[in-house]
């Protein structure tokens, strides 16, 4: 029996990505101050709130599998990538935020990146409402053929 080198491809993607633990929308890192761990969340703004600097964001925490608000403050040390500041912020964009939470619970943004937009040229390249496709390459002998030798022909 010969199997599709799709499905074993499919197979061994699958395989790497749970071997590897790849997790999704909210995760910690150390960060650089002695009390203060950095902490990432990616997700879609749901309000600006220009006068008291906030952003709150909706994630998805994939360790209770619910989707949560994320209050972030901005202060004047926050970095921006792809805006120049809070102001060229909106609802519905996606935002990656890297945030502290402070001794009141609160989080301070640290530096905040808005996911640019798909290009004309790259919808055009992957095509109208689809995702790009992956398909690893699968070593020869990964595809395991029938052993047809016991078989006679004429008879199945």
């Given amino acids: 029996m010969r199997l599709n080198a799709g499905l074993v491809a499919g197979i061994v993607m699958v395989m790497f990505l749970l071997s590897t633990g790849i997790t999704f929308g909210h995760e910690t890192t150390q960060g650089t101050t002695a009390n203060a ?30 989707e949560q608000e994320l209050s972030v403050i901005i202060d004047n040390k926050t970095a921006f990538e792809n805006v120049k500041s809070l102001n060229e912020i909106k609802a519905l964009d996606v935002i990656s935020i890297d945030y502290t939470i402070d001794m009141n619970g609160k989080m301070a943004a640290k530096t905040i990146t808005i996911e ?29 053929e029938e052993d047809t030798s016991s078989v006679v022909p004429g008879k199945q």
């Fill in 37 to 66: 761990d950095t902490q990432w969340a990616w997700g879609e703004v749901v309000s600006v709130d220009s006068v008291n600097k906030t952003i709150i964001v909706k994630t998805f925490d994939y360790e209770t599998e619910q």
């Fill in 116 to 144: 640019a937009p798909m290009s004309e040229e790259e919808k055009e390249a992957v095509g109208e409402g689809t995702a790009p496709t992956f398909i690893p390459e699968v070593p020869s002998e990964a595809v395991v």
